[in-house]
Each structure stands twice: as structure tokens, then as C-alpha cells.
């Protein structure tokens, strides 16, 4: 089992910033790839920003290329989002996801296997 938790959520002003950060506990974290994604009211869940077991290999969204970062501490457990000029469109529930059986960073919410709880993310305008 794997234990997601989430925080750093929290209502900011567009083209603020704010950093997630999501705890893992439970199996070996440094051996699988983590995942953000997030889900507005009224839309489907969408992908983020992956980050491969090492940290070597991250792949965003189109549309937070450029203004959003993914990192990760292996010593701590931890994956982050940085997420910077945050536009009132970034509004929503950001939801980190585990994949144990694979490595590589991935955009595809089926590879995932664990997910966290959510923490709210609201852009004002």
C-alpha cells in the first residue's frame, strides 16, 4: 500500500504563486514515478506533470508548460509542484498518483495505481 497526502493548496490571486506537496508513505518511493494531476467542477480529471523515479525525466501539460515545475525528494519521500503565474483557469482539485508498476514519467491516469486525497487549488482574477 501507498499513502498519498497532499498540501500546499489554498486560494491565491492570478499570477501568484503557490507549491504543493505531496507525502508518500508506505513502499519504496524512490522506485516508482509520480503524477499530478487536478479536476475542475464540471470537467474531467486531466494530467499536469509526471516525473520519472529518478527525477531525470518530466513531462507537462501544454498548458502549464513553462509556468509550473515538478520536482521530487527521494530522502524525504516527497514530490512538489511549483506552480508559478497561476491563472484563474488553474482553478481546481490537484490530486498527486503514484505508478508502482512503472518508472518512467507518464501522462496517462491508467498507469497510475495510488492516488491522494486532493487539495484545492483557486485562482482569483
Known amino acids: 500500500q501507498v499513502q498519498l497526502v497532499e498540501s500546499g493548496g489554498g486560494l491565491v490571486q492570478a499570477g501568484g504563486s503557490l507549491r504543493l506537496s505531496c507525502a508518500a508513505s508506505?513502499?519504496?518511493?524512490?522506485?516508482?514515478?509520480m503524477g499530478w494531476f487536478r479536476q475542475a467542477p464540471g470537467k474531467e480529471r486531466e494530467f499536469v506533470a509526471a516525473?520519472?523515479?529518478?527525477?531525470?525525466?518530466?513531462y507537462y501539460a501544454d498548458s502549464v508548460k513553462g509556468r509550473f515545475t515538478i520536482s521530487r525528494d527521494n530522502a524525504k519521500n516527497t514530490v512538489y509542484l511549483q506552480m508559478n503565474s497561476l491563472k484563474p483557469e488553474d482553478t481546481a482539485v490537484y490530486y498527486c498518483a503514484a505508478a508502482i508498476t512503472g518508472a518512467a514519467a507518464t501522462p496517462h491516469s491508467y498507469e497510475y495505481d495510488y492516488w491522494g486525497q486532493g487539495t484545492q487549488v483557486t485562482v482569483s482574477s
Open positions: 516525473i520519472s523515479w529518478s527525477g531525470g525525466s518530466r
Open positions: 508506505g513502499r519504496t518511493f524512490n522506485r516508482y514515478a
